[in-house]
């Protein structure tokens, strides 16, 4: 048996030291062949051991490692080469979408976030880091509200909008906190209240544009919104 036990040790010892030295070229190649034919597995690993044979220096095959290492759901795999890429400069605002990606997947949330900005510091007109960056706060706003911490939900909510302007959710909880507040301030304090309001109607009115007619009650909320602003110049 132990004869038994060394002879599968060797059997493994010599295919990795075999897989380690294959050809770097053929590794390339049959790694891109298994790419292009979607198998990820088998593609993740021709490259990655293309990658440690040349010592990380191809930046394009390191993103498509990435890549690869994400489909197939292995984020740590995918963050170690999508960073490669990011400190190589290949394929920036993709290679940081990509390793945001599998930070978010590692629950490494202030990474994560210092990734966005960072991604969105080299490359600010990026879409998907705006939308993935602006997204973040909101879910904080969201989590702050479910908390009864309005104060930090609003704070929230307006870096979402700071980020990205048209941002549909953090407008529509803007405008949603505001009337709410200016609904129970206006029993004691008209005047507070009517800022409230008025705050409400300006979110409100930068969500209309966004939403379709099968969404009637933003509409009437605006109204209502209009209504009490009417209704507490009339009274001072």
Do not use: W
Request: positive net charge; proline residues 3%.
């Amino acid at each position: 048996m132990k004869k038994l036990i060394l002879s599968l040790a060797l059997v493994c010892a010599s295919t990795n030291f075999f897989a380690q030295n294959a050809d770097p070229v053929q590794l390339l190649n049959e790694g891109k062949t298994a790419l292009e034919a979607k198998n990820y597995q088998q593609a993740f690993t021709k490259f990655k051991t293309y990658l440690t044979q040349t010592n990380n220096q191809d930046s394009v095959i390191a993103y498509n490692c990435g890549v690869c290492a994400d489909k197939i759901k292995q984020p740590a795999d995918a963050l170690k080469y999508f960073d490669i890429a990011v400190q190589k400069k290949y394929n920036l605002d993709n290679a940081y979408i990509g390793k945001a990606g599998a930070l978010k997947d590692l629950k490494k949330n202030e990474e994560y976030v210092a990734t966005l900005k960072e991604g969105l510091e080299a490359n600010p007109d990026n879409k998907t880091l705006t939308r993935m960056y602006a997204t973040h706060f909101v879910n904080q706003g969201i989590i702050a509200q479910k908390g009864q911490k309005m104060s930090a939900a609003e704070d929230a909510f307006k870096q979402a909008i700071a980020i990205q302007p048209e941002n549909i959710n953090a407008l529509n909880s803007l405008g949603t906190l505001y009337y709410s507040k200016g609904a129970t301030t206006l029993k004691t304090d008209a005047e507070k209240a009517k800022v409230e309001f008025k705050e409400a109607k300006g979110y409100l009115e930068k969500l209309m544009p966004s939403l379709s007619a099968d969404k009637p009650a933003h509409k009437r909320m605006l109204d209502n919104a209009k209504t009490m602003l009417n209704f507490i110049n009339s009274q001072l």
